[in-house]
């Protein structure tokens, strides 16, 4: 396929491009070369979206818990050292790199920034929780609940038997964010080249796929045993995408690792055409198969480990979640699944999407294409009304989203906190923000081919642009 791609700027073996009008950042070499690369190639990006992006991520946390955003600020750069001993040596090396990059580009930022900008979403999950986040503070209201989701189909639920893998990712467009999404290509000294969408400055967010055919998703799904001596998000995923070769790994990957919050890890491996959903919490970890003879998997923001659910036997990860998310009754999975879809309870992200997810893949099984894919990541349909909603229309609660391509707050933006001082800036403001899709992605593993939807906010409203994983890692300048 012809690109319409141009090189910016390069450094080193790393270069960074645009290409069918999304910035493309490659990395090659050894850990602390190639952060080295993402901090001189992104200096300017990285200013404006870690000072920007951890203005708003505290602004989220200081309207949750109550507190000062200057409280906030200290209380989150103690997490970030917390967080920072569990960190593998090649990726702590690797924000030294970013670091060190961007210093000696002349931004003023250091490796604490840094760190603390790759914190950032895992503090979030943890402070700006729904319930018992702290055992050391009062209960607190969450008012922006998590929105992502995936699924996988392969073998007979395919048109050709080629496992397909879609995701979505859904957060709030905090100051900074939108202008400064990416698609990163890494090719490591040791371990599998990859592919992923991050933010400038971080190491990873949410998943992505690997030259192997495995392809992954993370989902927050609150536990009442979380806390923040763990790995992160982007650390697990960074992990998961350079060395599982098989689902087995990724689940002895993440019992093996310290893990901070609840988290959904949806593990795809083309090579086989297999699947799992790993629901781990700080201290659990177990794994949700496809149900007998189906050859689909999905998941969302909450647990669906309840023994008999599905065809799943082991430890109940409901009974952590339950008091977190205010789930009235879970002593049985027909009062679990009532709660689940209490449209007064404003904590639950959105539990519609699951069963939504259900009913598109049975209604396309046996002819799931990337086509029909897209238009499963991106169904508004509201069967309230039986009518498809409008790209800026939202849902009139929080937990009354049954559609796939969420928008949980109205135009114009919803104001989260006003008057603070910008994160290591001169700039005082307002932060505004509300939550839809930053960016969707799905893939042919087998093939390594993308289609990324990156450009619009909710970002499915825009075109899907095409990748290939394996030109990519080739592409040298």
């Known amino acids: 396929m012809k690109y319409n791609s141009r090189i910016i700027k390069t450094h080193g073996k790393g270069f960074l491009e645009e290409k069918q009008g999304i910035k493309v950042l490659h990395l090659k070499g050894a850990p602390y070369e190639r952060g080295y690369q993402h901090g001189v190639l992104l200096k300017d990006e990285i200013l404006e979206v870690l000072t920007s992006g951890l203005t708003g991520a505290a602004a989220v946390i200081t309207k949750a818990t109550g507190n000062d955003f200057s409280l906030t600020i200290k209380k989150m750069m103690v997490g970030a050292k917390t967080m920072e001993r569990y960190i593998p040596l090649e990726l702590k090396e690797e924000i030294r790199g970013i670091a060190d990059g961007i210093a000696d580009a002349g931004i003023s930022l250091t490796y604490d920034d840094v760190l603390l900008w790759n914190t950032m979403y895992d503090q979030w999950c943890f402070y700006a929780h729904p319930n018992y986040a702290d055992p050391n503070n009062p209960p607190i209201r969450c008012s922006y609940p998590p929105g992502c989701s995936s699924f996988s189909a392969w073998g007979r639920a395919t048109l050709d038997g080629k496992m397909i893998f879609g995701k979505n990712m859904d957060n709030l467009n905090l100051p900074g964010i939108i202008e400064n999404r990416i698609l990163v290509i890494v090719d490591p000294e040791h371990g599998y080249g990859h592919a992923f969408i991050t933010h400038p400055g971080m190491l990873a967010i949410d998943g992505g796929i690997n030259e192997d055919g495995i392809a992954m998703m993370t989902h927050y799904s609150a536990s009442v045993n979380e806390g923040l001596q763990g790995c992160g998000i982007g650390v697990l995923t960074r992990l998961i995408l350079s060395k599982v070769h098989r689902i087995e790994d990724a689940i002895e990957l993440l019992t093996v690792y310290p893990k901070c919050t609840g988290i959904n890890y949806h593990v795809a491996d083309s090579k086989v055409n297999r699947a799992v959903v790993i629901e781990v919490s700080a201290t659990e970890v177990e794994a949700r198969y496809p149900e007998q003879d189906k050859d689909i998997l999905w998941t969302t923001n909450h647990f669906n480990c309840y023994p008999e659910w599905k065809g799943y036997t082991g430890y109940n990860m409901v009974l952590g979640q339950a008091p977190v998310y205010g789930l009235a009754?879970?002593?049985?999975?027909?009062?679990?699944?009532?709660?689940?879809?209490?449209?007064?309870?404003?904590?639950?992200?959105?539990?519609?999407?699951?069963?939504?997810?259900?009913?598109?893949?049975?209604?396309?099984?046996?002819?799931?294409?990337?086509?029909?894919?897209?238009?499963?990541?991106?169904?508004?349909?509201?069967?309230?009304?039986?009518?498809?909603?409008?790209?800026?229309?939202?849902?009139?609660?929080?937990?009354?989203?049954?559609?796939?391509?969420?928008?949980?707050?109205?135009?114009?933006?919803?104001?989260?906190?006003?008057?603070?001082?910008?994160?290591?800036?001169?700039k005082t403001g307002s932060v505004n923000a509300y939550e839809s899709n930053l960016w969707s992605l799905i893939s042919v593993l087998r093939d390594g081919d993308i289609w990324l939807a990156i450009k619009d906010f909710p970002a499915q409203r825009g075109p899907y642009e095409f990748f290939n994983l394996i030109d990519e890692l080739n592409n040298n300048i």
Not at 357 to 369: A, F, S
Not at 382 to 411: A, K
């Open 329 to 426: 009754d879970v002593t049985t999975i027909e009062r679990w699944q009532n709660s689940l879809i209490d449209r007064k309870n404003n904590i639950i992200p959105a539990a519609g999407r699951f069963k939504r997810y259900e009913q598109l893949l049975k209604e396309n099984y046996g002819k799931i294409t990337i086509e029909n894919g897209i238009k499963m990541l991106s169904d508004r349909y509201d069967p309230y009304t039986g009518e498809e909603r409008s790209w800026t229309e939202p849902s009139p609660g929080h937990n009354d989203i049954p559609t796939i391509s969420m928008l949980y707050h109205p135009f114009p933006n919803d104001k989260i906190i006003e008057g603070v001082n910008y994160y290591k800036t001169n």
